[in-house]
């Protein structure tokens, strides 16, 4: 993180300012990025909460009202409604601006919102990696992107200078920033977070319909694994299915490789071949050691949860 | 928990002194239920271990002398050893012992450890639902089964006032004590924990061997979602070798299940049925909000650790 802490815009608009959206106007306040944050928002009790927590300077329920004079203007909402919001502003948008996004595919949402950038208008495509389970505008925190990584993925016709002042603005959030072509982004998330969503989701969908097993038990003797998943699967509903409507392609590729994989343990299981379990078993553990070696985790056991007995 | 603080056994043999027989003894310190605690293991470093901890009265590398005028009796180590350590230790048992265990599967431990349980000693199958992706003598701790529930499979045959005595020995440890059939208690894990533990252990397989992403990357954008697999995918691999191979009833119908949901997933994200995917990704919502409220896992957001950035 740089030292910096001049204004690096003078307006910026949050179009969505849910998890992500309120979490950048808090880390834009810790660092003194914007001279003033405009929030968009369509329903009324998301602007309710806004302004009772005052992250933002201005609340609008207009994205075109937002989106007027901004500097900087982020695409924040469920990416299923980008293509409508940028061809919603795209008349509004002050020449010079830089439109980004927070987008978790980043292909379909090239598709949807380049051809609605007016010229002299710079879209650099973003991805912050990084969020929580919970949802709204009371979720946002100033750390959460401390020490994640934000990628970012211009097309060849990107402006430079727009892709280098987003990039110091990932920085001075406290992320670390990556260059990555669209369509690898969507590959490598499609493996390192919308496949392990799209597994937690099954499974308990699949632990909350058998017929044998009673929710109360399913609920009690969580603390055996199923829990963790529980956290994930807690996710919210419209942001993920717009993710995998938009990453179908990726994401059913690596989900076809999943299976491939649990069928071959399967087999295993069926006839009791432990030695391939256990070297399984074994290789995982060295890819733990290294997430926690590169601080994306946290080394204490149970994730540092030890107490959660009730009060 | 009872206020009782009188000890409940005189001699106390753990046979095995990993994550669990080692948090047993420092939880049996706390509440003073022992008057000596005897641990056993095969490994000199483990016992190395143990020793300059100092969670037990003696030490021991043959289990018959762990046992020797031990009113309880817990086998502790990975359940595929189980039957040939209560072979070893059956003529060495004193007259009026309870055995139980701490095994992960009830039905086979039954049927591997009961042939061998002389008449006057009582076998008691118990299974503490508590754990950390930790192994070894260092990794146990007093509060481990604080809140956890532990399950006794008694079969009609136990002595019922064994059984009482093996539930105040979990209620004074911290725990909540539940009565069920082995077979019940198999499939109910089957989905609360193996299940789990198998498609986390999977899916870490499958980021590892995908060519087309580097490990590094995987490493990097963990944060996505992936990284929570990776806690439950670095347990103890001979531990849940042994699972495997010992519920493999339960666990291939608990998979067939997920595996057929998961297949329906596929469709909806091929066919672009969004209405599918928001359905599920709503109701699985609210299991986590039961789990929280039934004090197990914590409510804070991502677990709690939101600091994980390199020092």
Redesign the interface.
Known sequence: MTMDSRPLFGKVALLGIGLIGSSMAHAMRRAGLAAHIAGYARSPETLEKANSIGFADGLHDAPEMAVREADFVVLATPIGAFGELAKEIAPHLKPGAIVSDVG?VKSAVIRDVSPHIPAGVHFVPAHP??????SGPE?G?P?LF????C?LTPTPETNAQAVETVKTFWRRCGSEV?IMDAK?HD???G????????????????????E??T?S???????????????????D??M???V??NN?EA??E??G???E??TA??RA??W?D?EA??N??????A?????IE?????P????????????
């Open positions: 978790s990696i990084a969020g929580t389970e919970q979720a925190f750390e401390d020490g994640r990584w990628v990556e690898h590959l490598v998330l493996i390192t977070s919308h496949l392990p969503h799209l597994i937690a989701y099954n499974i308990v969908g699949t632990a909350a319909d058998l044998q097993v929710q038990e399913v609920i009690k003797f969580s603390a055996g694994g199923f829990r963790d998943f529980t956290r994930i699967a807690a996710s509903p419209t993920w299915r717009d995998f409507l179908r994401v059913l690596v989900l490789r999943f299976t994989d649990l343990l399967q299981i069926r009791g432990g379990l256990f399984l078993f074994t290789r995982t553990r890819i733990r050691r290294s997430i590169a601080g994306q985790d946290t204490a056991p149970n994730f540092g949860r030890l107490r959660t007995r009730k009060p």
